[in-house]
């Protein structure tokens, strides 16, 4: 190969690099490991994680359910793990249906139009539905309830940071939004309101009421929701809101520490052309078949640069083809059948963690299958005990914010048995 | 329904054209808590059902099977496509993060339950830290351009807390799309800086639009026509002279591992594409991963959580001091990381070296069989890609860069990245990776010479093509002029 190239040595073609920012050592690295050391390395880190074995009854925005089988059956298949974005549609058909039956069921969950084929995340989805609100409405002021996940805000507020909005925090109040506050705090200037149902706490909104309030003044309703509490629950999109999100980790993705999760992200067709990210469109080849291709790309930065809707290009298109697999495996049924049995296994802890006088009922608000108790003692030590005995016990609200002190969230979902319900509330009854 | 007799097609057949209202796949687990009215639980139930798809596990085997067939990816053929470093995933990145104690780990457990994961994390970083030149690594971004993002904002903190009023940034003509679309998001005026007739950074140019106006360049070195800019330390040093930073896209790391470093090339900011250098797939699209790397000066800024060790060996999460705040929720796309982790470690401090060697060397390589029937707009040895022209077939045959794409595909070839970058007319962009053989590469350059006779001797087979594959030219006209970008059930369902 160098003979053809006409060079003496690989070096040779380096050559370009400046004397001045060569590096002129190795890397300071470990040697290469054989597989079978290399294994051996990472089952040791791996089972140094002990908390994969608790009972877990952590949420807060990722949460431990079932994930059938069939689901990585399908995510292992190379041809669409090693594919890249689907810009050569003849040979990318399995990536693009896939996303085009995925778009098809969000919208569905949601009761939306349109559906793009991934953000990289609920909080990130959850920042882009605000500036996409700022380009439709051509307004920049965004009102966001204080009962929406503090990462979300969070996240938010980094996006907007760069000056592109102003960002108003309405305090939350009984677990869910003040919706008089907030109504109070949209004006003319207000691009969308933006809540998440279920709450940070768990709770669930009154979205028809928050919408009234956002669309008197012109300004659009974003939703955060949880997609498997839409397998039971009326679409956000039946009750007003204009930009629907969710953290879709629950569909189909494992917890992963966090990451990859799946940020669905669904609008109207009429504000299409102002959403951010890819979506797939159904056509025909010239022979008529049935093909699908990328589509509405003039919103893209590979096209507009600067002008464009978003910056983002890579996006979660193997987190979303696990969620369309994971819905296809449940079916409505399934969906529903999974969000009322943590629906129902989530009511039973709640009732009797009240019910042991360790822990003490706070908001009224209705909830799903995550609930914020107030524990009476002290939650770091409650839990450092509890997690002796086998149980990670909740999420500790105090450590998000100060306010919250005292505060306990839990999350129930349908792999959480009767067995470990009760054996987890005799635990807390002899705190 | 369809007929009995009828088979579902290979393609165009839905998911939710299969199976039948009582097909079930997985049931919910029988409840053993008392059932509960969700009309008194919930303020507003469904009143009717999603439509989703009922189906069977056999359908669903069978329908993402057909539908696998008709998708190509890095293990179905070679996929020299440009700046996407399309090398082989190795299987072993995909086992790691299946395991259960990466896997089922909920990112909110206290920290003395996954030292493990942190321990992980932290040699990522240290690792990709010594890689780049710079010294303190965020692993929050989900995507190169998710960490364009964190570190322009960051570089933007950087000059907001000096009292340093900035707002332009520079990109050059050659530049991927997401630069500069962040440095709009990061709320700056991109202006674009001219190429020059070497490929380069048109130094002059870059001179007469440098000033105290300018917040930070955005620079890939090598650069998107697979070239090293040779200037590199006389850029970023301008760059520095008028107190702006200079950003690096990462993109093209795979080029100089072990060779050189963004770092001492004079960045002060830099991306990873985990998914390009460090191996972990591309997913169809995602998720990757976009750690930034940069300075001590711009430490403090950087979105966090970080990992942290202490004197003991125990590792924790921390939020730099002045943080520009989270961009993104929990602590990184983690499943992604232990790929890359699990890459490294199997690759090792020789193996990084020869990466880039062997990218590069195949890249030379491949560009000497092409270039005397493909015009070579920039005569230069390249680094890990190169760019060809398809000018002259436009010319001479009426053939398209587009119409060699397609004739790809009916040979088993992806096709390069086309009609980027912007300034290479008719572009074809190539990128073989050092995963591929030689004799894949002089297949690839055989079918690449074929296709130029073929143009020669009958343009209207490649205007035409593909022939061989699932569906052929699709029509995107007809997507756009009548949007059909979800699935609804007929009103009879």
Known sequence: MLERIGARSVDDLFSVVPEGARLARPLALPAGQSEVELAEHLLSLAARNTGAGAVSFLGGGCYDHYIPAVVDAVLSKPAFFTAYTPYQPEVSQGTLQAIYEY??????????????????DGATAFAEAALMAARVTRRREVVVSAAVHPEWRETLATYAS??????????????????????????????????????????????????????????????????????VMQPPGELGADIVVAEGQPLGNPMSFGGPGLGMFACRQDHVRQMPGRVVGKTTDVDGKVGFVLTFSTREQHIRREKATSNICSNHALNALAAGVHLCALGAHGLAGIAEACIAKAHHLEAALVGTGRFER??????????????????RAMQEHLLGRGFLAGLDLGAFDAADAGLVSFAVTEKRTRVQLDSFVQEVAQL | MKSPSEQPALTGTLIFDLGSDDSRCVEPPALDVPAIALDEVLGAPRRSAPALPHVTEVDIARHYERLASTNFGVDSGFYPLGSCTMKYNPKINEWACRLPGFADVHPYQPASTVQGALELMWGLQEALAEVSGLPAVTLQPAAGAHGELAGLLAIRAYHTDRGDARTRVLVPDSAHGTNPATVAMCGYEAVQVPSDERGGVDLGALRRLLG???????????????????????????????????????????AILGKTRPGDMGFDALHINLHKTFSTPHGGGGPGAGPVAVT????????GPLVAKDADGRFSLADPARSIGRVRSFLGNFGVLVRAYTYIRATGVDGLTEVAEQAVLSANYLKELLREAWPLPYDRTCMHEFVLSGSRLRKEHGVRTLDVAKRLLDYGIHPPTVYFPLIVDEALMIEPTETESKATLDRFASVLLRIAEEAAENPGLLQAAPYTTPVRRLDEAAAIKQPDLAWRPSPDR
């Open chain 1, 362 to 379: 706070v908001f009224d608000a209705p909830f799903g299958y995550e609930f914020t108790l107030r524990f009476r003692g002290e939650v």
């Open chain 2, 296 to 303: 001590d000066a711009l430490a403090p800024y950087l979105p």
């Open chain 2, 212 to 254: 105290t106006d300018v917040a930070a360049i955005m620079l890939t070195n090598p650069n998107t026509l697979g070239l090293f800019d040779e200037n590199i330390l006389a850029i970023t040093a301008a760059v520095h002279e008028v107190g702006a930073l200079a950003y690096c896209d990462g993109a093209n790391l795979n």
């Open chain 1, 103 to 120: 778009q098809s069921m969000v919208c569905q969950l949601t009761g939306m139009e349109v559906s793009n084929a991934s953000m990289y």
């Open chain 1, 162 to 231: 760069a000056g592109a909005l102003d960002v108003r925090v309405v305090p939350a109040c009984g677990g869910v939004s003040d919706v008089a506050a907030l109504r109070g705090a949209v004006s003319r200037q207000t691009a969308a309101v933006l809540v998440a149902s279920p709450t940070f706490y768990g709770t669930l909104e009154d979205i028809p009421t928050i919408a009234r309030g956002a669309h008197a003044q012109g300004a659009l309703l974003v939703v955060g929701a949880n997609p498997v509490l839409l397998g």
